[in-house]
């Protein structure tokens, strides 16, 4: 039984590969490698090693192991262990020892590759990137792009022809879904194309629907469950999280074609880009969707850590089609990445600021023109009172700008680096931990750079505490020596927030100012100080009366911005040491290590020491994957399979392309001659023939390639969960297409969110919010949004590359029953009613037409028109979605509209 | 095998499956619409894959147990109150803890010293076993003969969300499948027009860990557990719009499906003929989903037997659904009770206000759904569970060094008490011990994977087969451990 699809994938290899078995070539990577996988590297590889033999890396292979010799001797099958004890008639000597023995013919496979030296040739996902030219130019006349040539070559080996083309309906719609995730809309592409729609301007066509801003949408969506975006921040609690910018900021880098290299760059590290605009920050929130534990009790370092860990695997996995979580806590089992590997990796990203606080900070707070305009006007004020002081004059009104304005008061909320301070959004801060008994252990820091320390004469606090064991310490630029001041926090009488001042001596010069927290007795409830505010007092300078006040508005409007999380690397100061952890957990550090790429990847030994450099080398000449595992997400994203069916493992136990040359091609055009325009690689795949033949399934063909890996027809494929609603919403004319913004809360039904200790409720929007599309859903982790997790949307608590599309009888349900669904009806209900005027088959077949776009055939309009007579004998009385006190009238139509949405044909993407 | 093969396979397989199925399509709608039921296997098998990609085979031995009714009080309650006596720990009240117990230790909320915490419970022996169980528990006790008590579970998590997903899917994060879909993965379902995995929430509250207890991970959606609500449509949607009648809806879904016969003709695509069966399907759901869920028609002493009453939502409403669900052939029945986390910080949650509230709750129905499952003869093939997702320590929690308001007692890895019944477990039997004050396991200690591992064991599962591929590893419920617990088993 577990032979089965292995011989399966070797006979298919085969026909795809053509490879041979001739004594003059054997490819260790197409033939080899894959057996040692099935047979050998459960117990000779990453995980175990048994005998001290492993497979994984060729050093290992021929190094001598336990036995005191090599198992392969290059040229020596004879002499090669490794072959008599796949031989050897003794049970408890002949390999392998756990599961079924290798084949005559396999075995004299290997014998023949030992003597022709053993040779570990790469994986072909790892060699270096070369433009392999099109095939030829004698192409029969369908063929339309270099895309049908490299088709055409594999489907005449099978003696297969592509299907005619497709109607022009089914072409536009099927365009439309692949370029804008919606159904086409007919009046505005007349009105773009200024002719009439036909099969000579299909290529204007394209065009239009890549430049529509609906572009981007669809594309976001795919994007976002790579980067499994969330409105919630995960785990117990699951809180919302306003990361709703990001979102935004990848729609509108599709929308402007931002060449992928930029668009890769800008989310792994805006942040450390040359003075960073405020987009390149929010690109950083690409790994602050990572969850955040909010639980009471929890550990906020090992959460911190799974953050850390999830964006190496999620990098790993988007970009390089790498599945490394398993090398967390051993070798790779298939895959030449050693344990090390993944700490030197995960210290690239090991460096940031965020840390598993309830508040997300570090983040960007941006706000409305009204908000801002307000802001200027206090700015003024303040500066109006406090003339000596040297603001900025910046009309934006940034985190600096603010912090000017609001000196010499400090606020957690201001700190340019932290350390286990839990910083809160109103700005306040203190040293408690949810775990309390790690309070002690922990070293809290707070960090304000650039602060002029001339004529100050005290530090004024602001807290609140229960009990004298906490301390605070300032240390100047570093944490050597003594402290320059020292605070003892003492109860205030009054039992409420207080303030205390500490007179400091001599100190002059601009430094960056750390607040060291000391907990002197290790107690949870009288070492910990709560603080609001620190506030320098300088010499002869007082505030001016109703700066205090004017700055305290400013504040508030400040805050109530829109708070978007992002990455920002760590001070030097405070920069970790990142360590391995022995087996994967956290709690037991090893050696130390550095950021640095695995070696298999990096075959050049370039040094690439952060993470921008990082970013840059993802998607720089050395790298070869990069292009191969995003040309083959956008190609399965039009055609529903990848090139290589396994888009989020290009490893050796991934699926082989089953076009390797069209993926060469593609990848290298891609990342060369198309200067990484994922327009461009779109329009070219929709441009190909094979894209624009009819999707019907020939039983013939289907005998001969079941799977249509060669692509002698369309695909159908099911239309996605957003797909499916926006589609509802599009073709009734209720859609919102407004683009952007904060996540809606659509209708649900009632009780579905149930959360513990979380006032959190679904609050139904304003109406026109009730249409937006299904990508702005509030998407809630723990409680996704029940018709679209019905329609196989993931939960987005991991990178997702590929959806499992299901066919379930609550999918039906949903589109049957489901109130958006009921709602789209009724108004496509009421068109058709305006159409009919006194002749009922003109006004369905309109209806039918404006879900479909194709005239329904006679047969059709019997079912349907039978169906009215039968509702309206029924005497269906449907209530009004729309207007609830409104007559029934409606119901046959709005009966017929609701079959007309559940069509197969309307489902799919034909 | 990757996910690749796994994919090649699955479509041999459904080839079979689907050629079937083309030969029996002529007037399908319609003659399903009839309610004949040629076309019902099949359905069966799209939504919960009995035989589809050969998982029958995925049986490794003769099954025990043909479904899973679990219990669980999510919040975890205090097996110091209910079935771990331990008359030491009455002589330690009130007194501090000793630090040897507390070195190196990692709690929730406990720091500095608290103090030793007697039972809050008075123990006696019951039934021929002799099974200890608290005076809080005076239904329950009467049924202890049927039951297996494991003394000595310890789990890896101390927070809920981490526990219950360690718990339900072998791994403390969030993502991977829970047990539920494993065993309708493996086993599919025997009853075509229910789902094969349903949970029931009461207490108001779904657990800490939310859905993704149920959730199907990246097995294939149809496998996530379907929720069935007392309030509201007991399955979402299901309920046709108000005005619309069950004929209209079976006109509409007839017509449906006829035009997608005609779309079949002219696209051959086989998926096409599985959303005609899925229709008819979900047409079957709409009737059998609210029949199983009515529990009105049951007989009075049934009500009394459980205390239930028709129209609220409650555990005991819930616990005889189970048992009628149990009945319809559903294969993983997943109950939660809410409310259980017993830390004395507040009234509702301390061990002598709430905890008292919670036991009255599930005592009766707990007790009657073993009775009523045993007088129907469905106990010997029914596995019943019954846990938290971790125990309670001997110490009384002292939140932030300070005493709490109320009593009540932290969360604890190492030590709780789980019992079983039913679907080849011994009955009768208590398997494990603690120390003499409750606090760690010294004999026949389970974790959480032993008891997932043996769980599937009673379902005729192998825990080390049972896998499924993804992101370049196969992926299995008890992750890379697992023992079975022979000792329980009959």
Partial sequence: MRLLPFYWLALISLLLHGACHNDAEISYSAEIKPLLNQKCLRCHGGIRALGDFSLLFPEDALAINESGKPAIVPGKPGASEMIARLRNPDPELVMPQEGDLLTEAEISLLEKWIRKGAKFDEHWAYRPLVNPGVPRNDSPEWVNNPIDAFILEKMEQKNLKPNETADLHTLVRRLSFDLTGLPPQLDSLRMGLGETIDRQNLSKIIDLLLASPHYGEHMAALWLDLARYADSNGYEKDMGRSIWRFRDWVINAFNQDMPFDQFTIEQLAGDLLPNPTKEQLIATAFHRNTMTNTEGGTEDEEFRTLSVIDRVNTTLEVWQGTTIACVQCHAHPYDPFRHEDYYHLLAYFNNTQDADIDSEYPYLLEHSDSATAKMQEIAKQIKLLNPNDNLTSDSDLDKEAIRQLIFPRLFGDFADDFQEVLIQNNGRFNNSAYNANNQKHKKYYLVFSGINLDNLTDIRYNYFCRGDDARIDIYLDNLDGKPVCQTQMLEPASKDWDWNSTPVNNLSGTHDIIFHFVNTSGDFRTGVVDLAEIELVYQNQPLAQGVREAQDSLLQLYRQGTKTPLLKTRSELLKRQTHVFERGNYLVKGMEVDPALPKILNPNGLEVKDRLAFAKWLVSEHNSLTPRVIVNRIWAYVFGEGLVSTPEDFGTQGANPTHPELLEYLAYQFSHDWNWSTKRLMKEIVSSYIYQQSSRIDQEKMAIDPHNYLHSRAPRVRLSAEQIRDQALAISGLLNRSIGGESVMPPQPEGVWQVVYSSARWKANHLEDNYRRGLYTYWKRTTPYPSMIAFDSPSREFCVSKRIITNTPLQALVTLNDTVYLEAAEVLGEYMKEESGKDLASGISKGYQRALLDRPDTETMDILIKLYHQAEEAKATLISYQEPDRPARLAPFTVVANAIMNLDAFLTKS | ?490
């Fill in chain 2, 1 to 490: 095998m990757h996910m690749y093969q796994e994919y090649i396979e699955k479509e041999i397989q459904l080839k079979t499956r689907r050629h079937f199925l083309r030969n029996c399509t002529t007037g399908l709608g319609a003659v399903a619409l009839a309610g004949l039921g040629c076309q019902s296997k099949t359905t069966a098998n799209i939504f919960a894959p009995t035989e589809m990609g050969g998982r029958a085979t995925l049986s490794h031995y003769m099954a025990r147990a043909k479904r899973v009714i679990y219990l669980h009080m999510a919040g975890s309650p205090s097996q110091l109150e209910l079935f771990d006596y331990k008359p030491t720990l009455n002589q330690l009240h009130d007194k501090e803890c000793p630090q040897s117990l507390l070195e190196g230790k990692k709690f929730a909320f406990i720091s500095g010293t608290p103090k030793m915490l007697g039972h809050q419970a008075q123990f006696k022996q019951h039934g021929q076993s002799g099974a200890w169980v608290s005076d809080h528990l005076p239904h329950f006790s009467k049924v202890v003969d049927d039951v297996c008590f494991l003394k000595a579970m310890h789990t890896d998590e101390f927070n809920h969300a981490p526990a219950q997903l360690f718990l339900y899917t072998g791994s403390p994060r969030l993502g991977r499948p829970s047990i539920g879909s494993w065993v309708t993965y493996g086993l599919g379902t025997e009853n075509e027009d229910l789902p094969g995995f349903v949970v029931l929430v009461s207490g108001g509250m779904t657990p800490s860990a939310g859905k993704s207890v149920w959730g199907s991970g990246f097995l294939p959606s149809v496998y996530q557990g379907v929720q069935c609500r007392s309030h509201g449509d007991p399955v979402l949607y299901i309920n046709n719009p108000d005005g619309m009648d069950r004929r209209l809806r079976g006109q509409t879904i007839e017509a449906i499906n006829q035009i997608n016969q005609k779309e079949y003709e002219t696209f051959g695509d086989d998926e096409t003929l599985t959303r005609i069966a899925q229709y008819e399907m979900a047409y079957r759901m709409q009737v059998s989903v609210p029949d199983v869920m009515d529990i009105s028609k049951e007989p009075p002493y049934i009500h009394d037997m459980y205390g239930t009453e028709p129209g609220k939502s409650s555990f005991a409403n819930n616990c005889l659904l189970a048992r009628r669900m149990a009945e319809k052939g559903v294969r993983f029945i997943q109950l939660f009770h809410w409310g259980w986390d017993s830390h004395g910080a507040g009234k509702s949650e301390a061990l002598n206000h709430g905890f008292l509230d919670r036991c009255r709750e599930v005592d009766q129905p707990m007790s009657a759904l073993i009775r009523d499952l045993k007088q129907r003869g469905l106990l010997e093939e029914t596995l019943v569970v019954w846990s938290g997702e971790f125990g309670r320590t001997p110490m009384m929690e002292n939140r932030g060094g300070v005493a709490n308001p109320f009593v009540g007692r932290d969360h604890h890895t190492d030590a709780f008490t789980v019992w079983l019944a039913g679907g080849g477990i011994k009955g009768g039997l208590s398997y494990g011990e603690t120390d003499e004050i409750g606090y760690y396991g010294v004999k026949d200690q389970v974790h959480i994977h032993d008891l997932q591992a043996t769980m599937l064991h009673t379902m005729g599962l192998n825990h080390e087969k049972l896998t499924f591929p993804f992101q370049g590893r196969d992926f299995r419920l008890t992750d890379v451990a697992g023992k079975i617990v022979q000792e329980i088993l009959v």
